[in-house]
């Protein structure tokens, strides 16, 4: 299985400041199609799991633009320009390129 | 826009089966692969299995043959059957749609059902 490894685990940051979480893969996470299949999904509190990012940087539909994907190959950043306080949850990088899909352990964001 | 349904008994006795069942709207359930993803209380997402709607499937290993998927287009719905499950089966479980494969534009797992706690106990 390709193993995803987020850093940090925890984020603690001021409200208006900006946040930053990485994620890296065992493996290329680069298709045959060209595509790269990284994806990032928002977890708030009590609510299931929502999409955030698609391939690296593609924000989804009604994703606010402060949150930004980047990366290449097996390193990957998601970063948000300034927190808001609906931001609080939990943050996981997901692979799709190779069966099982696997996902990072989460990155829990918080407000200081 | 996608919404997806998650509906079952909330309660299993271990060593029985678990059968859960998502509804598609907003979408025809011919469009894509459809996913099934659990999350343990506390605990981060694994990635069960997915099916489309020719009946093909992709399975977690990690669940060796006790996962069954299946999917009924008349009804726009799909179905998950785990069998002899135990208290590590304990999650809440989550129905998606699955993008993969050019299907839809995002490539990823973009739509989720709002998610069903199972709890596996006598």
Sequence with gaps: ?112 | QVQLQESGPGLVKPSETLSLTCTVSGASISSSYWSWLRQPAGKGLEWMGRIYTSGSTNYNPSLGSRVTMSVDTSRNQFSLRLTSVTAADTAVYYCARDCSGGTCYTGSVDSWGQGIEVTVSS
């Design chain 1, 1 to 112: 299985d390709i193993v995803m490894t987020q850093t940090p685990l925890s984020s603690p940051v001021t409200l208006g400041q900006p946040a930053s979480i990485s994620c890296r893969s065992s493996q290329s996470l680069v298709h045959s199609d060209g595509n790269t299949y990284l994806s990032w999904l928002q977890q708030r509190p009590g609510q299931a799991p929502r999409l955030l990012i698609y391939k690296i940087s593609d924000r989804f539909s009604g994703v606010p633009d402060r949150f930004r994907g980047s990366g290449a190959g097996t390193d990957f950043t998601l970063k948000i320009s300034r927190v808001e306080a609906e931001d609080v949850g939990v943050y996981y990088c997901m692979q799709g390129i190779q069966f099982p899909y696997t996902f990072g352990q989460g990155t829990k964001l918080e407000i200081k």
